[in-house]
């Protein structure tokens, strides 16, 4: 399956069968972690496939209706936005790549931090969001019923995500031929509350895009999990503009400054 399969096959999933990871999937997920720990400016973050087994014990989640969750992947980040962008891009390649191993997954933002004693942060390092893994069970109506809540489905348009650098008006998939594919995957990230906070401006006389983070929900960003959405949208658009034989270089310019409303995150530059 090429990744802009998966990205298209991949939703989140509320209702696990409460079944743990067999051994080979367990280790084959382990050993992409082991081989994928290495973030955008070569931060690394280590995560870990935590099993509960006390069925006593439960993780409260203030996440709709999860059913039959077991099975956690979590590491620490830097309490930084940039470490928590590469948090989001490292973990979103395990979500693809669990996905292309037919294992759902859910990202959880908001959860008990008490609740993984494996995991301690040190201080100025944190928990910034989890990942629930595991097999999915037949759809709840209660999941049925939160999906359709939060309008899951749903993406913005081009037209409100992507945008000409020095005109600032709209894109359209027939401008950017070359890389419509990695913008259109982007569009169809996962965001917290599917609030899809990113904005994408390319940059013809220097053939790059430059990424900022739209802080569309208070909440979510005061809690950084917009940064971990940027992070989903940049393994989005690296792994699809990579699967097609485009190269690039991510970096970070001084010299793109931040607005009222956008604040920027980082740029792709073209090879080729």
Known sequence: ?????????RKSC?????????????AELESFILKNSKGLDNEIIDFSIIENKDASSELKINYGMIQGHKT??????????????????????????????????CWIGVFDQTYFKEIIPEKGFEIPSILIIGYADKQSAGERLVRFAIKAHKRNDWETLFFDYQTKLPLSPDQLPKYSDSLEMLRLGPSAGNSQPWRVFFDETTNEFHFFKNPVNKKYD?????????GIAVAHFELTSNSKGLKGVWDKYENIQSSEDLQYIMSWRCIN
């Open 72 to 105: 956690f992947v979590l590491g620490t980040s830097k309490s930084t936005p940039n470490s928590r962008v590469n948090y989001g891009y490292l973990m979103e390649k395990l979500v693809l790549k669990a996905t292309e191993m037919n294992i759902a997954s």
């Open 222 to 230: 005061v809690m950084g999990l917009h940064e971990i959405d940027m």
């Open 1 to 9: 399956m090429n990744i802009i399969d998966v990205i298209k096959t």
């Open 14 to 26: 509320r209702t696990f069968n409460s079944i743990f990871l067999s051994q080979e999937d367990k």
